[in-house]
């Protein structure tokens, strides 16, 4: 039994001597730290909305016209109009893009908001008598293919074209989209009448805005002066230019044709001309004419001096 114990004992210290022998190796102590807590993402900040654009008041002036901005409303840059027209998807108006006018206190760049954009256009002397044009039966029916020409959305005029010769002025509206279309679907246009072009008011809306646009048209319209020998009154027919547009034409968009542009191409290629080129044989037929009548006339005085010799 002694012996039993003996060898027992012997085996337990042989073990506890050879497992280090088996070890990865003495453990490395581990600091006692806690684990860092888990923390959520920072959010950032929502931006701010865009303030909206400072407009101006009182007289602005341009190259060549005026605009006096009246009482409760604002006038903001060319680039401001520009950005507008592609916002609501609206063709620029003919000419150079001026400014653009609105209420005072309405964010032009929200949604649904009207505005007008002032433009001029440096056409020449456009005749007040050329109004008359507007009465024409088939006038209607020219805007409408002038429209398709310009790949532009007419669904008849709102308020019919009426010219005031006094100022001289012209102003009417058009339904640019179909009714029940989502957008600007309101186009109404006033255009005074200078000496060297046109400046226009082009107001962008929908079309229940047209009283409100119709009622304010008159009040812009007041804002616009030509500077001094600008001004329609101004004309020197001896040495200004007189525009290819009539007023119709200023409706439309299309400059009157001439009698070259109206010239009809023949079935050979060649182009028939007006104006003179319609004396053309005439004057050919009398060229040749004196070309026989004075070879007869030499021929008659050199058989008279043979006579004479004789």
Known sequence: MRKKLTHALAAALAALLISPAF????????PDVAAPPLRAQPVAPAQPAAAPPEGQIGQIAMDDVNYTVPAGYKFYSAAEAQAYLQRNGAA???GAVLGLIARDGVDVRQSGAWATVVSYDSIGYVPRETAAGLEESNFEADVRSARAQQNRPFEGFIVAPAFEPGAPSLTWAERAARPGAQGADLRHESKALGRYGVAALTSIG??????????????????????????????????????????????????????????????EGQTGFGGLSGWFPWIAAGVVGLGIVGYLLMRRRRSDDEDDEA
Do not use: W
């Open 23 to 30: 070890a990865d190796g003495p453990a490395e102590p581990e």
């Open 92 to 94: 620029a108006p003919q």
């Open 206 to 267: 929908s079309a229940d805005q047209l009283n409100e646009i119709a009622a304010a048209a008159p009040t812009l319209l007041q804002g616009v002066s030509f500077p001094d020998g600008r001004r329609h009154a101004d004309f020197q027919p001896a040495s200004d230019t007189v525009s290819a547009y009539t007023v119709p034409g200023l409706v439309t968009g299309v400059a009157a044709q001439t009698e070259t542009a109206q010239a009809p191409v023949t079935e």
